[in-house]
Structure formats: structure tokens, C-alpha cells
């Protein structure tokens, strides 16, 4: 048990990205007497590498967006900086490695068919968009699978529906029917940096970025984070506020004050009933935090006594398509990264991930070799290892990252992010553009942390009146 006997200036609840950045920007501007709670042992929050069949993977994110467009990703900036390893992900040949629910692969022109069926359908969503943003009509906004009937596009065949999963579910997480048109066409990731995506596959891992950012702020003692202001395993479970300060209470008993709180867990976590608020939060905050979106996306990852598939250039993303949408359909294998490792993985969404997450992991093991056998024949040999995070049972969590649903207002989402007295928001959820990454998170973290320094600020003002 901990309890600040002397209120912080600021108490930060979550270690992820947008806690740390926030964290950075609070030092920067001279305020050192914050505190972050975290609820879990380790900082990086859904940024979170283990090791695997011998070898240091992801388990939360893992790529790095889009390079060559209108501005710098800071996290690329960093990841170069430092030299995590980065690969590109080249999804080029993927029509010449798409197998049929049976085993065969399709033919190529098939697949690339299917594909530029999907791109066009992009683009038309893109100048759709563009017009219902240029016509400043509130409101206006419909969802990617209205888009697609509108443009006669709707997606039929088992190869369509899985190039469809491909295109959006496997981005968002979540369905076309929930996604909101407006906000995700065209991708802002690719306007603001650039196409192309680089997967992270290095010792530190992905999380090396968020503890280059947290060294600037926290003391550190060999790679680790030695400060007395961060505690870990305080799940914060109350949350008294008003307008001149806060009480938290942890679950294990422990109370802090401060005069000010930002609070960074994912909008899963406000939706569900881990932390109480009093006063209740208004029903206009209530609505934004239950309304918006957060996906789950799932990356199970398998390691084979020896490879099965093909390798080489051109090899690394194959494609699996079954008549049920998104049911085991994308799959990497490591060879590129990790040489000789054996190791792939496969990653499943939405209502797939869920349903997973709720089976014993041999079921799952078994469906996926089931599934591999159909693709390679029957002799390859069974997986050795499976790893099968879950993130949308995870109380900490609840998901991976958040959606846009379609006509989910600009001014609702003004409503998620705005503060309440002393209570302030942050998180990837609460970037207006940059939503669901882990460089959203980041940015909303020093946007929150620049209303706090304004609010403590203008309170030093007031006290010395
Ligand atoms: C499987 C997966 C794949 C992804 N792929 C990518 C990708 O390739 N590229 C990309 O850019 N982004 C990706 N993302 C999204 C990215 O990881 C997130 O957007 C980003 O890390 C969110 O940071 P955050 O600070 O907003 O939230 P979080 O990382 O969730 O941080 C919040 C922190 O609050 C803590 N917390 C929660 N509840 C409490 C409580 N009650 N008390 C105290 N602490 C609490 C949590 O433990 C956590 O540490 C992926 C995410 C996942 C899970």
C-alpha cells in the first residue's frame, strides 16, 4: 500500500505511450511532482514484446506507418535513431500465395482481380469522403459496407469477402457494417507520412521506443525504470474529483492525491466498470466513451519443428481463404526476420479473435493445423509452441485499438477527449486523426499534457492574485 500524503501536481493513470509522452511534456514544462499509476509490472501498455520460441515478438504493435509523405512519424524518427530493426512488408506477391478453402492455391489473376476491385473501391471511398467533408454537413457519414453497395462493390465470393477482411477488418479490427467512412478513407497515416508499413522485429522491441521517450523523463538504472514517481501494480479502481483536485484509490488499498489527473487506459477499459467516478461522469461523457469503438486483433504465433512453406523473396504474407469471413486468413512467416526460427503467425480479428480468446489454446491449435494441413498436406508436422495473446479479455485492455463508428460526430469525440474538472483524457482513442496508433497515442499524450501544464499554469496565477 502507497498514499501521498502531499497532493502531486499531476497523477497519470496508465504507463502506455500517451501516459509516458505525457509524462516527457510534464518534465519539459517544469512539473516534476507527477506520479503515474500503472496496474500492470511494465511500462509500454499495449506496446508489449515477450519472447517466443526463442525469439523476441510482439504481442501488441508492430508496425511502423508509412514514410515518404508530408511529414516525419516521430516513432520511425525514433526507431532510427536508436536502430530497431525494421522490415518492410511487402504484400506484393501475396496473389501468387492465396490458398482455396481446400488446399490449391488460386490463380493469380484471380486474386489480383479481387484486389483491384478493393482498391478502387478505396478510391472511390476516398473522393466520397472527401465530399462529405467538403460539404461541412454535420453528421454526414456512413459506414465502409454502406460505401460498398453504394458502388456496387459489395464484396461476394469467399476470395472477395477475405480480400475485404484484408482491406478493413484486418486494419480497424472491427467490420465495415461499424467502421465510419469518413474517418478512415483515405488512411491518415498515409496522408501525413506516407505509405507502406515496417514490421518491428528486434531484441528490445517495439516498446524500445516508448522507453527512449521515458528515459528523458523517469530515471533509469540498466534499461530500467528506477523512479519513485512511477508505481506499478496499482490498478486504479475510484476516482473522486472535482474541479480543484482528485482522490485515487487503487485496488490494493492505497489513496493518492493530486490537483490535477490524466487518465490514459483504453476506452475499453472506461467502458467497462473497473474504475468508479464520483461523481458519476455527465451522461454527454458517458455517451462518447460508450459509443466510440475498440476492435481486437490478434496475432497467434506457432513454432514448427522445421518450415513447411515457402520462403525466399516475395514469401513472407500468404493468404487463407474460407468461406467464414477472416477465419485464419492472414499469415507471416518469420524467415526474413528470424532465420532458421520456424516461427509464423496468424492473425485473426473482431468476433474470430473473441471467439478465440474464449477456447482452450489446444482448440484453437488444432483449428489452425487443420487449417495449415489444408493448405501444405497432411504430413507436416504439428506446432511445438502457440502463443494466443488476449487482449479483449485483459480487464487492462479490453481490446487493441479503437475504430471509428460510422456517424460517431466530430462533436462526440470532442466530448471524449474534453477534461472534467480536474479530470483530464488522454489515450490513442483520443487523437481525432490519429486514432488506433501507436503515434496517435503518443500525440495525444502531449496535447493532454499541454492542457495540464495551461490548467496548473493558470491555477499558480490564480493562487498568487
Ligand atoms: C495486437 C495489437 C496490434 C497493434 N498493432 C499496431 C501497429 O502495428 N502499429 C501501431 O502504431 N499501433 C498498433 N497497435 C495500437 C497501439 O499499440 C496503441 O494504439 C497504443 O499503444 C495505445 O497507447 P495508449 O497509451 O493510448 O494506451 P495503452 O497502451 O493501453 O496504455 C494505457 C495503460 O494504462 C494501464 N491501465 C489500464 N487500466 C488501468 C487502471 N485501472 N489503473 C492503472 N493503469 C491502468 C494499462 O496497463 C496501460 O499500460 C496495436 C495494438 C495491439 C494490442
Redesign the pocket.
Known sequence: MASSAKPASVII???????ISAAKQLQDAGINDFVI????DR?????HKVEFGGHTVE???????GVGGLEKNP?FEIAKAINLKNYYSDFSQVSLHTYKQEGGLYPKEEVEAALTKAKSNEEFGTELAKTLSDNHVVDDDMSLLALERLNHMEPKTPLEKMIDFYSFDGEQAESPTVTSLKHILPRPECVLYGEGAYFVADQRGFEGIVHEIAKTCLAYKDDRVIDSRLYYN????EIEYSETGATIK?EDGSVFHAETAIL???VG?LQSD??TFKPQLPLWKRRAIDEFSLGT???IFLKFPKKFWPTGPGTEFFFYVHERRGYYAIWQQLDNEYPGSNIMFVTVADQESIRIEQQPDEETKAEIMEVLRKMFGKDIPDATDIMI?R?NSDR??RG??SNWPAGYTDEKHEHLRASIGSLYF????THPQLF??????YF??IDTAKDVINRVIRRQGSKNI
Do not use: C
Not at 499509476?37 to 500492470?40: D, H, P
Not at 511500462?43 to 506496446?47: N, V
Not at 496499482?234 to 479502481?237: E, F, L, R, Y
Not at 488522454?426 to 482513442?429: L, R, S, V
Open positions: 493513470v496508465g504507463a502506455g505511450m500517451s501516459g499509476l500503472e496496474a500492470t511500462i509500454g501498455g499495449r506496446i504481442q501488441g504493435a508492430n508496425w511502423l506507418h516513432m496499482k490498478a486504479v479502481t487503487t490514459s487506459p483504453s477499459v473497473l474504475i486483433y490478434t496475432k495473446p487482449w487492462f485492455y487493441t485499438f488522454t489515450g490513442e482513442h488506433g496508433y501507436v503515434d496517435g497515442a495525444a499524450g
